[in-house]
């Protein structure tokens, strides 16, 4: 069951920060997202942040999300410098699933998708070995209506889902098929952000990717990944997959006709099947789904809000919306699976 009632929560004050410069705040019986706010006008939020690095990072450990309400910024370059405080060097958009617009080094526009349709909640980029561990979100302007951004807690997902259907992904793990070209998706060009098929190439060889060059300079990729994972600093087990996100069966039933209207259905832009090929059955893919739904917590976006999550432990999605809406997304703290045996 879809949760919706944070806007109608009354804070319970937690603790207050250093100073008493910034209050930290949840609703009761609710732990995400955590709500922190100036105690006092004027608070510059990136020497705060600066200052309290370790707080933060320890709250974000037990929460997974931080939501900063309330703060002054004066615009997207503000937003950029309070992410690098906490994470000096952000990421640039690597190995990419969907469209976004480039903004400066590391800080991009949430992404590029028709607004009348929801994106399904996901943890961005589980089907890599090379993850951001923290997502920064701002809001610059939020929709007319609609247009949240969803968050679920990755280890209550892990917890809610059956037991042998956890045990079957571990054992199985997730086979992630994509196809470029045939005017669906991201060309291979920007995805692999070269127009060079011998750097395609090397990038595949490089992250464990199977690739096939098809006619007309098409591009199929194949690369089986982990669907759970262990969380390098807490230690707990978490559902970190696109299992279902890539899966057709997430799209609304009209967008899967359209496109099933113009390739066929082994040539679709994303794919998941276990990693030994073989299909996910309906049921399992209904009860992905819905623990999704019952874990989802969503909050309406006020101007100069900023979140800040655990890529690992909180999923995120978009709410379709109207009217304009600029959401800005940094990404930082690069997670290396290929180094490690979580």
Known sequence: ?????????????????????????????????????????????????????????ALLAEHGALLFRGFYFSGIAQFEECARALVPDLLEYGERS?????????????????????????NEQSYTLNWPMKLWFFCAQPAETGGCTPIADSRKIYQRLDGDIVERFSRKQVLYVRNYGAGLGLPWQEVFQTDDRLEVARQCRRAGIEFEWKSGGRLQTRQVR??????????????F?????????SLPQSAREAMLAVVDEDEVPFN???????????DVLDEIRRAYEDETVTFPWRQHDLLLIDNMLVSHGRQAFSGRRKIVVAMGQAFDASQSTH
């Open 272 to 282: 998941t099947f276990y990693g030994d090929r073989s299909p996910f059955e309906p």
């Open 241 to 249: 997959n696109h299992a279902y996100f890539f899966h057709p069966s």
């Open 1 to 57: 069951m879809l949760r919706t009632g944070f806007q109608d929560v009354k804070p319970k004050a937690v603790t207050v920060s250093t100073a008493t410069l910034v209050r930290v705040e949840a609703g009761e019986g609710r732990h995400l997202p955590l709500v922190l706010q100036p105690g006092v006008a004027g608070v510059n939020l990136v020497d705060w942040t600066r200052t309290n690095a370790q707080m933060i990072e």
């Open 226 to 239: 982990p669907a759970v994972r262990k969380h390098p600093r807490t230690g707990k087990m978490i559902w």
């Open 98 to 122: 969907s469209p976004r617009t480039r903004l400066s080094a590391g800080v991009y526009s949430s992404t590029d998708h028709p607004p009348d349709q929801p994106i399904v909640l996901h």
